[in-house]
Protein backbone atom coordinates (compact mmCIF):
# COMPACT_ATOMS: atom_id res chain seq x y z
CA UNK A 1 0.00 0.00 0.00
CA UNK A 2 1.43 3.61 -0.96
CA UNK A 3 1.66 5.98 1.73
CA UNK A 4 -0.74 7.90 0.39
CA UNK A 5 -3.53 5.56 -1.22
CA UNK A 6 -6.88 7.58 -0.44
CA UNK A 7 -5.89 10.92 0.25
CA UNK A 8 -7.07 13.80 -1.91
CA UNK A 9 -4.53 16.40 -3.11
CA UNK A 10 -4.90 19.87 -4.42
CA UNK A 11 -1.43 21.30 -6.26
CA UNK A 12 -1.57 24.65 -7.78
CA UNK A 13 0.31 25.88 -10.83
CA UNK A 14 0.68 22.15 -11.65
CA UNK A 15 1.03 22.16 -15.33
CA UNK A 16 4.12 22.79 -15.42
CA UNK A 17 7.83 22.72 -13.37
CA UNK A 18 7.78 21.93 -9.78
CA UNK A 19 3.92 21.46 -9.45
CA UNK A 20 3.99 19.04 -12.27
CA UNK A 21 7.01 17.10 -10.72
CA UNK A 22 5.09 17.17 -7.53
CA UNK A 23 1.55 16.16 -8.62
CA UNK A 24 3.36 13.43 -10.14
CA UNK A 25 5.05 12.08 -7.47
CA UNK A 26 2.04 12.40 -5.56
CA UNK A 27 0.02 10.36 -8.04
CA UNK A 28 2.44 7.60 -7.72
CA UNK A 29 2.30 7.48 -4.22
CA UNK A 30 -1.52 7.16 -4.04
CA UNK A 31 -2.66 9.91 -3.75
CA UNK A 32 -5.61 11.73 -6.23
CA UNK A 33 -4.36 15.01 -7.31
CA UNK A 34 -6.33 17.97 -8.83
CA UNK A 35 -4.22 19.47 -11.35
CA UNK A 36 -4.64 23.61 -10.95
CA UNK A 37 -3.84 25.59 -13.10
CA UNK A 38 -4.69 29.14 -15.17
CA UNK A 39 -7.66 29.28 -17.24
CA UNK A 40 -8.12 31.13 -20.24
CA UNK A 41 -4.98 30.69 -20.98
CA UNK A 42 -4.50 27.70 -23.28
CA UNK A 43 -1.19 27.05 -23.00
CA UNK A 44 -1.49 26.61 -19.06
CA UNK A 45 -5.15 24.87 -19.72
CA UNK A 46 -3.48 22.17 -22.11
CA UNK A 47 -0.33 21.49 -19.92
CA UNK A 48 -2.65 20.78 -16.96
CA UNK A 49 -4.37 18.68 -19.17
CA UNK A 50 -1.11 16.72 -20.32
CA UNK A 51 -0.29 16.09 -16.15
CA UNK A 52 -3.62 14.72 -15.98
CA UNK A 53 -3.72 12.59 -18.89
CA UNK A 54 0.28 11.12 -17.55
CA UNK A 55 -1.29 10.63 -14.17
CA UNK A 56 -4.12 8.49 -15.99
CA UNK A 57 -1.36 6.51 -17.66
CA UNK A 58 0.26 4.88 -14.96
CA UNK A 59 -2.76 4.36 -13.22
CA UNK A 60 -3.28 7.51 -10.86
CA UNK A 61 -6.71 9.28 -10.81
CA UNK A 62 -5.90 13.12 -11.39
CA UNK A 63 -8.75 15.42 -12.60
CA UNK A 64 -7.76 19.08 -13.74
CA UNK A 65 -9.14 22.57 -12.47
CA UNK A 66 -8.83 25.91 -14.59
CA UNK A 67 -8.85 29.20 -12.53
CA UNK A 68 -6.46 31.80 -10.94
CA UNK A 69 -4.93 30.31 -7.55
CA UNK A 70 -5.26 34.36 -6.17
CA UNK A 71 -8.79 34.59 -6.67
CA UNK A 72 -11.35 34.27 -3.84
CA UNK A 73 -14.11 32.82 -5.62
CA UNK A 74 -11.81 30.72 -7.74
CA UNK A 75 -10.12 29.34 -4.45
CA UNK A 76 -13.81 28.68 -3.34
CA UNK A 77 -14.43 26.19 -6.63
CA UNK A 78 -11.40 24.93 -6.84
CA UNK A 79 -12.19 23.24 -2.87
CA UNK A 80 -15.88 22.52 -3.80
CA UNK A 81 -14.67 20.48 -6.95
CA UNK A 82 -12.72 18.92 -5.09
CA UNK A 83 -15.33 17.75 -2.54
CA UNK A 84 -17.49 17.00 -5.38
CA UNK A 85 -15.14 15.04 -6.71
CA UNK A 86 -13.87 12.84 -3.99
CA UNK A 87 -15.54 14.14 -0.90
CA UNK A 88 -12.24 14.82 1.21
CA UNK A 89 -9.56 17.56 1.11
CA UNK A 90 -6.59 16.13 2.44
CA UNK A 91 -3.15 17.33 1.32
CA UNK A 92 -2.83 21.41 0.02
CA UNK A 93 0.50 22.14 -1.70
CA UNK A 94 0.75 26.22 -3.20
CA UNK A 95 3.39 26.00 -5.97
CA UNK A 96 1.71 29.05 -8.64
CA UNK A 97 3.80 32.07 -9.73
CA UNK A 98 5.43 33.89 -11.49
CA UNK A 99 8.66 37.02 -11.89
CA UNK A 100 8.60 40.41 -12.66
CA UNK A 101 11.95 41.46 -11.79
CA UNK A 102 13.62 45.07 -11.53
CA UNK A 103 15.42 47.20 -8.99
CA UNK A 104 13.39 49.03 -6.33
CA UNK A 105 14.15 52.22 -8.24
CA UNK A 106 12.57 50.74 -11.21
CA UNK A 107 9.83 48.37 -10.48
CA UNK A 108 6.58 49.60 -11.53
CA UNK A 109 2.99 49.88 -8.84
CA UNK A 110 1.71 46.85 -10.90
CA UNK A 111 5.02 45.09 -10.86
CA UNK A 112 4.88 44.78 -7.40
CA UNK A 113 1.14 44.15 -6.39
CA UNK A 114 0.77 41.49 -9.39
CA UNK A 115 3.67 39.21 -8.21
CA UNK A 116 2.37 39.61 -4.60
CA UNK A 117 -1.09 38.93 -5.36
CA UNK A 118 -0.08 35.82 -7.26
CA UNK A 119 2.70 34.37 -4.69
CA UNK A 120 1.24 35.51 -1.30
CA UNK A 121 -2.48 36.10 -1.86
CA UNK A 122 -2.60 32.65 -4.16
CA UNK A 123 -1.17 30.92 -0.89
CA UNK A 124 -3.66 33.14 1.32
CA UNK A 125 -6.99 31.73 0.02
CA UNK A 126 -6.08 28.23 -0.41
CA UNK A 127 -4.61 28.33 3.24
CA UNK A 128 -7.45 29.95 4.32
CA UNK A 129 -10.52 27.42 2.55
CA UNK A 130 -7.78 24.50 3.50
CA UNK A 131 -7.96 25.30 7.38
CA UNK A 132 -11.10 26.46 7.36
CA UNK A 133 -12.48 23.09 5.69
CA UNK A 134 -10.29 21.30 8.41
CA UNK A 135 -11.05 22.98 11.32
CA UNK A 136 -14.78 22.41 10.74
CA UNK A 137 -14.08 18.49 9.99
CA UNK A 138 -12.44 18.08 13.49
CA UNK A 139 -14.70 19.83 14.61
CA UNK A 140 -18.20 17.70 13.65
CA UNK A 141 -15.60 14.60 13.70
CA UNK A 142 -14.60 15.36 16.98
CA UNK A 143 -11.28 14.31 16.04
CA UNK A 144 -8.15 15.36 14.33
CA UNK A 145 -8.41 15.36 10.59
CA UNK A 146 -5.39 14.47 7.86
CA UNK A 147 -4.34 17.56 6.79
CA UNK A 148 -1.15 18.51 5.01
CA UNK A 149 -0.01 22.20 4.04
CA UNK A 150 2.88 22.85 1.91
CA UNK A 151 3.96 25.94 0.75
CA UNK A 152 6.36 27.42 -1.54
CA UNK A 153 8.65 30.16 -0.78
CA UNK A 154 11.94 30.88 -2.03
CA UNK A 155 15.94 31.55 -0.13
CA UNK A 156 15.11 35.20 -1.58
CA UNK A 157 13.34 36.09 1.15
CA UNK A 158 16.60 34.90 3.30
CA UNK A 159 18.89 36.68 0.63
CA UNK A 160 16.94 39.92 0.23
CA UNK A 161 17.58 39.60 -3.53
CA UNK A 162 18.27 42.93 -4.72
CA UNK A 163 16.53 42.39 -8.10
CA UNK A 164 13.47 40.54 -6.47
CA UNK A 165 11.76 43.45 -3.90
CA UNK A 166 8.45 42.08 -4.95
CA UNK A 167 9.41 38.37 -5.10
CA UNK A 168 11.40 38.56 -1.94
CA UNK A 169 8.96 40.44 0.13
CA UNK A 170 6.07 37.69 -1.10
CA UNK A 171 8.36 34.91 0.06
CA UNK A 172 8.83 36.16 3.21
CA UNK A 173 5.17 36.42 3.58
CA UNK A 174 4.65 32.89 3.09
CA UNK A 175 6.70 31.65 5.74
CA UNK A 176 5.49 33.77 8.05
CA UNK A 177 1.67 33.18 7.12
CA UNK A 178 2.80 29.25 7.27
CA UNK A 179 4.45 29.21 10.83
CA UNK A 180 1.28 30.94 12.00
CA UNK A 181 -0.99 28.40 10.41
CA UNK A 182 1.86 25.65 11.89
CA UNK A 183 1.21 26.81 15.43
CA UNK A 184 -3.04 27.05 15.18
CA UNK A 185 -3.55 23.91 13.13
CA UNK A 186 -1.63 21.31 14.66
CA UNK A 187 -4.01 20.46 17.24
CA UNK A 188 -6.46 19.94 14.64
CA UNK A 189 -4.61 17.08 13.34
CA UNK A 190 -2.61 19.44 10.29
CA UNK A 191 0.70 20.12 9.62
CA UNK A 192 2.02 23.33 7.62
CA UNK A 193 5.52 23.55 6.09
CA UNK A 194 7.64 25.47 4.05
CA UNK A 195 9.80 24.26 1.21
CA UNK A 196 12.53 26.82 -0.25
CA UNK A 197 13.16 24.87 -3.87
CA UNK A 198 16.48 25.49 -6.17
CA UNK A 199 15.35 24.37 -9.57
CA UNK A 200 14.65 24.74 -13.41
CA UNK A 201 11.48 26.42 -13.82
CA UNK A 202 10.01 29.35 -15.67
CA UNK A 203 10.63 31.11 -13.58
CA UNK A 204 14.75 31.07 -13.25
CA UNK A 205 14.87 29.78 -16.70
CA UNK A 206 15.33 32.85 -17.69
CA UNK A 207 17.32 36.37 -17.61
CA UNK A 208 19.98 36.64 -14.81
CA UNK A 209 19.59 33.28 -13.62
CA UNK A 210 19.20 31.13 -16.91
CA UNK A 211 22.68 30.16 -17.08
CA UNK A 212 22.74 28.53 -13.65
CA UNK A 213 19.90 26.50 -14.10
CA UNK A 214 20.86 24.83 -17.67
CA UNK A 215 20.45 21.33 -18.12
CA UNK A 216 23.25 18.97 -18.60
CA UNK A 217 24.23 17.33 -21.06
CA UNK A 218 25.13 14.14 -19.21
CA UNK A 219 25.21 12.86 -15.52
CA UNK A 220 22.69 14.03 -12.69
CA UNK A 221 20.54 16.76 -13.31
CA UNK A 222 21.07 19.29 -10.13
CA UNK A 223 18.40 21.29 -10.84
CA UNK A 224 15.64 19.18 -11.96
CA UNK A 225 12.78 19.83 -10.31
CA UNK A 226 11.93 15.88 -9.80
CA UNK A 227 14.83 16.32 -7.50
CA UNK A 228 12.53 18.41 -4.84
CA UNK A 229 9.18 16.35 -5.10
CA UNK A 230 9.62 13.86 -2.88
CA UNK A 231 10.45 16.36 -0.43
CA UNK A 232 6.56 17.45 -0.82
CA UNK A 233 5.54 13.33 -1.19
CA UNK A 234 7.28 13.02 2.33
CA UNK A 235 5.64 16.52 4.04
CA UNK A 236 2.56 15.09 3.02
CA UNK A 237 2.72 11.30 4.16
CA UNK A 238 1.68 10.28 7.38
CA UNK A 239 5.36 9.83 8.15
CA UNK A 240 5.93 13.42 8.55
CA UNK A 241 2.89 13.56 11.33
CA UNK A 242 5.58 15.61 13.76
CA UNK A 243 6.94 17.57 10.98
CA UNK A 244 5.46 21.20 11.28
CA UNK A 245 6.43 24.97 11.59
CA UNK A 246 9.27 23.69 9.60
CA UNK A 247 11.40 25.98 6.69
CA UNK A 248 13.54 23.42 4.03
CA UNK A 249 16.05 24.16 1.37
CA UNK A 250 15.90 21.30 -1.14
CA UNK A 251 17.97 21.04 -4.56
CA UNK A 252 20.01 18.15 -6.30
CA UNK A 253 20.39 15.82 -3.48
CA UNK A 254 20.52 17.91 -0.26
CA UNK A 255 17.80 18.86 1.84
CA UNK A 256 18.95 21.46 4.43
CA UNK A 257 16.60 22.78 7.67
CA UNK A 258 16.60 26.18 8.16
CA UNK A 259 16.86 27.55 12.18
CA UNK A 260 14.98 29.92 13.38
CA UNK A 261 16.63 33.58 13.91
CA UNK A 262 18.43 34.42 17.30
CA UNK A 263 19.19 37.55 18.91
CA UNK A 264 22.57 38.84 17.56
CA UNK A 265 22.68 41.28 20.57
CA UNK A 266 20.72 43.40 23.18
CA UNK A 267 21.19 46.75 25.38
CA UNK A 268 19.32 48.15 28.14
CA UNK A 269 19.71 51.25 29.89
CA UNK A 270 19.01 52.51 33.04
CA UNK A 271 17.15 55.12 31.75
CA UNK A 272 15.14 56.30 28.62
CA UNK A 273 17.36 56.38 25.68
CA UNK A 274 18.32 59.31 23.79
CA UNK A 275 20.16 59.18 20.34
CA UNK A 276 23.41 59.93 22.42
CA UNK A 277 22.77 56.99 24.92
CA UNK A 278 21.61 54.85 21.63
CA UNK A 279 24.72 55.67 19.96
CA UNK A 280 26.78 55.17 22.84
CA UNK A 281 25.45 51.63 23.48
CA UNK A 282 25.42 50.48 20.01
CA UNK A 283 28.29 52.95 18.35
CA UNK A 284 30.97 50.34 19.23
CA UNK A 285 29.14 47.19 18.35
CA UNK A 286 28.59 48.70 14.66
CA UNK A 287 31.90 49.93 14.48
CA UNK A 288 33.26 46.76 13.08
CA UNK A 289 30.63 45.52 11.04
CA UNK A 290 30.46 46.11 7.14
CA UNK A 291 27.35 47.34 6.26
CA UNK A 292 24.65 45.53 4.84
CA UNK A 293 26.86 42.21 4.67
CA UNK A 294 26.82 41.87 8.64
CA UNK A 295 23.11 42.75 8.65
CA UNK A 296 20.24 40.55 8.58
CA UNK A 297 20.30 39.48 5.27
CA UNK A 298 21.96 36.12 3.86
CA UNK A 299 24.57 36.64 1.68
CA UNK A 300 24.13 33.84 -1.40
CA UNK A 301 27.59 32.02 -1.18
CA UNK A 302 27.09 29.32 -3.53
Known amino acids: MSSLDGKVAIVTGAGRGLGRAEAL ?25 SVVDEIKGFGGEAVAFFGDC ?11 KTLDTWGDVNIMVNNAGFCRDRLIFNMTE ?27 KCKADGAPVYGRLVSTSSEAFLFGSVGQPNYASA ?3 IVAMT ?14 NVICPRARTDMTNQAATAHMFV ?43 IDSPKEAARFESPEVWTPESMHSSLGEYFANKVPVRDGFSVIPTE
Open 171 to 173: KAG
Open 110 to 136: DEFDSVVRVHLKGHFVNMRHATKYWRE
Open 25 to 49: NLAKEGARVVINDLGGNAEAEAAAV
Open 215 to 257: KPETGFDTFAPENVSPLVAYLASPDAGNVSGQVFVVWGKQVTV
Open 70 to 80: ADWNDSEALFK
Open 179 to 192: MGAAQVMYNYGVTA
